[in-house]
């Protein structure tokens, strides 16, 4: 076989940074001028990313000002590392990959990827960043029996294969398998990625391989857990963000403790830099508030904010636009949206009432729900005709995309539906007139949701009269967006609703494993994804034919790298869910109104509002928006 070698480079043209003397920011001045921290050109990787806006057409910025945002949870902090976005290699606007936090990558035959960090860079706490990170991951993290129990992750098996991970030097990791691993590289890029690193230097205080017994004892009983295991993992939580203790590389750091209001400060050491010598980010402040979700949009129509699209949906639009109309400081762009849909019903196909499992596995039966939803009428009513109407697929913008499986069982036609649950032998009627199951109880289906989206509800009270008329009365269960994802799992849940697919813009390098029953998140079959993710220990093995011949193809993708034959794999799992209906989509592309302060720049008019890929307004480098005058951006 022949040994295909390449590197990604940065995709711009790298000025030298000694070219351009590099300019201390304002922020950091005091500490520098007292000697606590070193000027800023000796902060920076020996090799930085270097930025040149201008060929990004963007305009360079000044440095200074706070953000302001919201989220309505207190978990939702992690959301700085989704914005923030400082991967090992990250996404384009374009989905191009790219090394960011890493100088460049080998890749050879898609089983053996050199990765080469970048000589001087530095954690947040000015620490060096070296293959030493990655050996503390591998050797004492995910290798280590007290702390991860369920041993070293599932991307890191191929075939039932454990990869390798050797460190040649200071400034070198390589990951290789015997077979290629064609997903690794976008798994790296993911909103929430696995990190592979860790700051070494910060967490072995904590490992009982490393730290004083006393001393760990002492922080074992004061943080209130019952081992230095379970320490560890307390403080090891770079996605959840809510350790200000713990070093990072992303471009804000934690400068808050539990409060409602969260502060994050620039990173002294981040490895971006612009063409002209200037330190990223621009923005020196991000302000990161937690309201009640009910509150956004009109803090928003407030003035309160910044930067603003979590939360807010389609319906706020009109309030959001009237308040800009009115003087507000702030525009409202409308991005499009990445998701497969915007509201999908799952029929939940491993509930653990019998007698009703047995009716959702019948494919006639979720597709004749499908056939009973009005999406026309929806979407006249909830969007103004601007969302697409059709079910669960790769949405218009993927070159995935084909109308057929989008429109699949997706025009309302009840007597076609009636049709298919009378064939199914679902003939008999309570006096209410609704179908009776199998064993007497009325045909009463419950739909269980998160409660957090006002158009989810009004869109189910549409679907509640029509489906009246197949003899389903659907029930609407609010509920806390955990305890929903917990009753799915368990199969205490009948069904939910929530969004589509996070990537509705794959095309044939992405891995369709989200379309396979690899994972309880996809909530039409928790504990088939279970079976896949604990590897048999949890769980139940699919035993669908169509989940099956998924999992079938999944393996094929896994195991070619010709783009014909990748295509055809999707083409045909995209078929399987547009006939199956797993996931009953109702609409997709309905606009998403983003909410900028009018002096913001760099922010694109124009974009995608995509969890996975695209990690929100991360691959739009939010460390490159700034402000006309930062002196006035700041915090009252």
Do not use: C
């Not at 305009?59 to 207190?74: M, N, P, Y």
Request: glycine content about 8%; proline content about 7%.
């Amino acid at each position: 076989m022949r040994n295909f070698l390449f590197v990604l480079f940065l995709l711009l043209p790298v000025p030298a940074v000694a070219d351009q003397p590099v300019q201390e920011s304002s922020f950091w001045a005091m500490e520098v001028g007292q000697g606590d921290m070193p000027p800023a050109a000796e902060r920076l990787p020996d090799t930085p990313l270097v930025v040149d806006l201008e060929a990004k057409g963007r305009a360079f910025g000044k440095q200074g000002g706070t953000l302001r945002t919201l989220v309505s949870r207190t978990k939702d902090v992690r959301q700085m590392v989704v914005y923030g976005y400082a991967r090992l290699v990250g996404y384009t606007p374009e989905y191009e990959l790219y090394p960011d936090i890493l100088r460049d990558i080998e890749v050879e035959e898609d089983r053996r990827y050199t990765l080469h960090l970048r000589p001087g860079h530095r954690w947040s706490d000015g620490a060096p960043f070296t293959s030493e990170d990655f050996r503390y991951w591998w050797e004492n993290v995910v290798n280590n029996e007290q702390i991860t129990p369920t041993g070293p992750p599932e991307f890191m098996y191929i075939d039932g294969v454990l990869g390798t991970v050797t460190f040649p030097d200071a400034h070198t990791v390589v990951f290789e398998w015997p077979t290629a691993n064609s997903n690794f590289l976008p798994l790296l890029a993911q909103a929430s990625p696995p990190f592979i690193y860790r700051p070494a230097h910060y967490l072995r205080q904590f490992h009982g391989a490393f730290a004083d017994p006393a001393d760990l004892k002492k922080e074992t009983r004061k943080a209130r857990v019952k081992s230095w295991a379970a320490l560890h993992n307390k403080r090891d939580n770079m996605y959840k963000y809510d350790n200000p203790a713990l070093p990072t590389l992303q471009p804000w750091i934690n400068a808050s403790g539990r409060s409602s209001r969260q502060i994050f400060v620039r990173n002294p050491y981040y490895h971006r830099v612009d063409a002209r010598g200037i330190q990223l980010p621009y923005i020196d402040v991000v302000e990161m508030n937690i309201v009640g979700g009910g509150l956004i949009a009109a803090k928003a129509n407030a003035g309160e904010v910044d930067l603003q699209a979590r939360g807010l949906d389609f319906p706020d639009i009109s309030i959001l636009k009237k308040g800009e109309a009115d003087g507000g400081n702030y525009r409202t762009l409308l991005w499009a949206n990445g998701a497969a849909s915007q509201i999908a019903v799952y029929p939940n196909l491993n509930f653990n009432d019998p007698v009703w499992r047995e009716i959702m596995r019948d494919v006639r039966f979720r597709r004749a729900l499908s056939l009973g939803i009005d999406r026309r009428m929806i979407n006249r009513a909830l969007y103004f005709g601007l969302a697409s109407e059709g079910g669960m697929s790769a949405v218009s913008y993927s070159p995935l995309h084909e109308a057929e499986d989008m429109l699949a069982w997706s025009e309302m036609d009840i007597a076609r539906g009636n049709a298919l649950l009378d064939e199914m032998g679902l003939t008999e009627r309570t006096p209410a007139g609704l179908r009776m199951l199998p064993d007497g109880r009325p045909m009463e289906f419950v739909v269980e949701t998160a409660g957090e989206r006002q158009e989810v509800e009004n869109a189910l009270a549409i679907v509640t009269d029509t489906w009246r008329e197949l003899g389903i009365k659907l029930i609407l269960r609010p509920l806390d967006r955990d305890i929903l994802r917990n009753r799915v799992y368990a199969g205490v849940s009948m069904a939910a609703i929530w969004f589509g697919w996070d990537n509705g813009l794959p095309n044939t390098g992405t891995s369709p494993k989200y379309l396979a029953p690899t994972n309880q998140e996809f909530f039409a079959w928790p504990k088939w994804g279970q079976y896949y993710q604990t590897k048999g220990e949890a769980g139940e093995a699919p035993d669908l034919p169509s989940a099956q011949r998924l999992m079938e193809l999944l393996y094929v993708w896994n195991h070619t790298t010709d783009t014909d034959k990748r295509r055809a794999v999707w083409d045909e799992m995209l078929g399987i869910h547009a006939d199956q209906q797993f996931g009953i989509g109702i609409l997709s592309e309905a606009p998403q109104p983003v909410v900028i302060n009018k002096s913001l720049r760099n922010v694109p008019e124009k974009a995608i509002w995509a969890f996975d890929p695209g990690a929100h307004f991360g691959i739009h480098r939010i460390d490159e928006f700034f402000y006309d005058d930062p002196h006035e951006q700041v915090t009252e």
